[in-house]
């Protein structure tokens, strides 16, 4: 079945550094890729998506682009602040009517000053 | 910004007995669901629920879960008899259109299981 494998954290950034989180997928079909940003104590935010190969999400200075070639969707920043400390879900859904979302295991980031 | 909401947002139970967690769906919505993320976990499909009836669900879903849709707004899941290992934050979502769509998730319900 479909599946979303994504680096396992912690990761622990100092302020103002780049960011990257792999993430890689299995799908039979053509699916919409998501990251879902969970800050602590709290559910689930849609970060970004992207619906199509080459497609680049992108929202408050994070991006992904969605790449069919390498089955990969991964998420960057180009400078974390502490605020961005969350956990990071890279989900896809496969599009079909009812198409649930397959979330991946979830990358905690810490971002200290 | 419409939003989906869930109450309550923390529920104890004892071991066998029943609960219900209610969602409000963002109000055009057709399509609903339940997740669930069992503590350091990742976030596990339950069921999906379209045209008053499920129309997929996996293999936790087993027959101590129920779901409905009560009246216009509300969305239930019912654990009948709760167990130690249904301890776990419970996601309600949303969408309104069909394939592609975007899911819209709750806060979430932290179901404790004593």
């Known amino acids: 079945g479909d599946s979303v494998t994504q680096m396992e954290g912690p990761v622990t950034l100092s302020e103002e550094a780049f960011l990257t989180i792999n993430c890689t997928y299995t799908a039979t079909g053509y699916p919409s890729l998501f990251w879902y940003v969970q800050y602590p104590g709290e559910g689930l935010q849609l970060l970004l998506k992207a619906t199509k190969a080459d497609d680049k999400g992108s929202n408050k200075g994070f991006e992904a682009t969605y790449r069919k070639e390498t089955t990969s969707f991964h998420l960057e920043k180009g400078s974390v602040q502490v605020s961005d400390s969350a956990v990071y879900f890279c989900a896809l859904s496969d599009r079909t009517s009812y198409d649930k979302v397959i979330f991946g295991p979830g990358t905690s980031l810490s971002v200290i000053p | ?114």
Request: overall charge negative; hydrophobic content about 30%.
């Open chain 2, 1 to 114: 910004e419409p939003e989906v909401t869930q109450t309550p947002s923390h529920q104890v139970t004892q071991m066998g007995q029943e609960v219900i967690l209610r969602c409000v769906p963002i109000s055009n919505h057709l399509y609903f669901y339940w997740y669930r993320q069992i503590l350091g976990q990742k976030v596990e499909f339950l069921v999906s629920f379209y045209n008053n009836e499920i129309s997929e669900k996996s293999e936790i879903f087993d027959d101590q879960f129920s779901v409905e849709r009560p009246d216009g707004s509300n969305f239930t899941l019912k654990i009948r008899s709760t167990k130690l290992e249904d301890s776990a934050m419970y996601f309600c979502a949303s969408k309104g259109g069909g394939g592609g769509a975007t899911q819209y998730f709750g806060p979430g319900t932290r179901l404790t299981v004593l």
